[in-house]
């Protein structure tokens, strides 16, 4: 098997160390469908970083982001002499069969080194979850056709010859969740300011009102939970991080926490979000799909909720490099391997 990334005209470190600079004149802005639909762009060297979210989000910190992200590149550049060759940023107006066409052609090249890795991404059934529910029809209907354009891809890698290892991963699951609260009854805007809005409200307070909402937010509430940074459970494996504000509240399954002028600007669209992730990963309604298969896997095995955070050691020793180190468990996914 070729090393991972390697190029397909055996030149291996032309690329090398050629990383330039983040481009913040990249830096934009669209609108596309209401609050969900700001995107900050950066684009660093040939990367190019797509962010979107909160209307609180600070450009500054996605900035400081995408250069901590151009760093970490220059860095893997130093030590390993490339970059991936092949690539295409993500568009979500590439129709699906177009972007299973690019990946057969990169894969089933008959001449040359093949890719040891290629990530797709396919959009539609988290957006779909989000607008209609997680169990809606229009749900189904995205998981058919993501389902058809695996099997596209599928049958043009057979059809070449290529038989591959294919995982199948969602990032999170998705709820039903149709009940919204003001973020505004959680504090107020001259108590703290809102850092992440949702499913997991991140507040930092104002000066003057750290006692108060120490003393105010920490522990149970009707819908919601709050914890002080530091006791946040350690099986959330979250709070240790500078960037986490001091105060974390966790929204029960089915509730929405956002600014009122955003409920009411969306009640007046008559546009309510269906669906949501970022509750407790231990709801079932949280957890993710992953199947695997190809010559590396066991068939027919079923096996026990692990994280999904294990997928990367397994991604790692399937295409032959070390792991860095993090919280992936890689014992969890060997029972899955024909040797383990
Ligand atoms: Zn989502």
């Given amino acids: 098997m070729p090393p991972p990334f390697h190029g397909d005209h055996g030149d291996r470190h032309l690329h090398r160390g050629r990383i330039d600079p983040v481009q913040v004149d990249g830096l934009g802005q669209a609108q596309e469908g209401g609050d969900r639909g700001t995107r900050h762009v950066l684009r660093a060297g040939g990367i190019e970083v797509v962010l979107g979210g909160a209307a609180h989000a600070a450009v500054d910190d996605f900035r400081r982001t995408v250069e901590a992200l151009a760093e970490l590149l220059r860095r893997a550049v130093a030590e390993h002499g490339e970059l991936p060759r092949q690539?295409?940023?993500?568009?979500?107006?590439?129709?699906?069969?177009?972007?299973?066409?690019?990946?057969?052609?990169?894969?089933?090249?008959?001449?040359?080194?093949?890719?040891?890795?290629?990530?797709?991404?396919?959009?539609?059934?988290?957006?779909?979850?989000?607008?209609?529910?997680?169990?809606?029809?229009?749900?189904?209907?995205?998981?058919?056709?993501?389902?058809?354009?695996?099997?596209?891809?599928?049958?043009?890698?057979?059809?070449?010859?290529?038989?591959?290892?294919?995982?199948?991963?969602?990032d999170h699951g998705m709820a039903d969740a149709r009940n919204f609260l003001a973020v505004e009854d959680i504090a107020a805007m001259e108590e703290a300011e809102v850092v992440s809005i949702g499913q997991v409200i991140g507040l930092v307070p104002r000066a003057g009102y750290g006692d108060v909402l120490r003393a105010r937010l920490p522990g149970r509430h009707a819908q919601y939970q709050c914890w002080e940074k530091e006791r946040i459970p350690?099986?959330?494996?979250?709070?240790?991080?500078?960037?986490?504000?001091?105060?974390?509240?966790?929204?029960?399954?089915?509730?929405?926490?956002?600014?009122?002028?955003?409920?009411?600007?969306?009640?007046?669209?008559?546009?309510?979000?269906?669906?949501?992730?970022?509750?407790?990963?231990?709801?079932?309604?949280?957890?993710?799909?992953?199947?695997?298969?190809?010559?590396?896997?066991?068939?027919?095995?079923?096996?026990?909720?692990?994280?999904?955070?294990?997928?990367?050691?397994?991604?790692?020793?399937?295409?032959?490099?070390?792991?860095?180190?993090g919280d992936g468990n890689p014992q969890t996914l060997l029972p899955a391997l024909q040797a383990p």
Wanted: proline share 10%; net charge neutral; aromatic share 6%.
């Fill in 87 to 170: 690539g295409q940023a993500f568009d979500a107006n590439i129709p699906l069969d177009e972007r299973v066409e690019r990946v057969a052609a990169w894969v089933a090249t008959p001449q040359g080194p093949r890719p040891g890795l290629v990530a797709m991404y396919f959009e539609m059934v988290d957006g779909a979850g989000h607008d209609h529910g997680p169990g809606s029809e229009q749900a189904r209907a995205a998981i058919r056709t993501v389902d058809a354009a695996i099997g596209q891809l599928l049958a043009r890698l057979e059809a070449a010859g290529v038989v591959p290892n294919v995982v199948v991963v969602s």
């Fill in 234 to 325: 350690a099986r959330l494996h979250y709070g240790s991080h500078p960037r986490i504000p001091p105060i974390v509240c966790q929204m029960d399954e089915g509730w929405n926490a956002l600014p009122r002028a955003m409920i009411e600007r969306r009640n007046a669209e008559g546009r309510r979000d269906a669906g949501a992730h970022g509750y407790d990963p231990d709801l079932p309604s949280m957890r993710a799909v992953f199947l695997a298969h190809g010559p590396a896997f066991r068939r027919g095995l079923r096996l026990p909720v692990f994280d999904n955070v294990d997928v990367y050691p397994l991604l790692a020793r399937l295409v032959g490099v070390q792991p860095q180190p």
